[in-house]
């Protein structure tokens, strides 16, 4: 299952430069895309600036997890700026 915090703490590690984000394709733009849960229950990712959307597959999701993990296993310090379960 996608949990959509994982995607957003790979976001702000991608704000901060560590990553690279997961963006529009829209190469005038290439705005980070932003996660949203959807009325059936299935997370998406899309663009505010031309509405672009996808929804994460598990390749994408594994990548990003797998990031996210190595990076807070390595700077446990940086992990108290994320909202905890």
Known sequence: MIN???LNDY???AQEGIYKPISCM?????VPLVS????????????V??????KPGLALYD?????VEQHFAKNPADYSYIEQD
Do not use: G
């Open 4 to 6: 959509i915090k994982i």
């Open 11 to 13: 976001q702000r590690l």
């Open 26 to 30: 829209d190469k005038d733009h290439h």
């Open 36 to 47: 949203r849960l959807e009325d059936d229950d299935t997370i998406s990712m899309y663009c």
């Open 49 to 54: 600036m031309c509405n672009y959307k996808i």
């Open 63 to 67: 990548v990003a997890k797998r990031r």
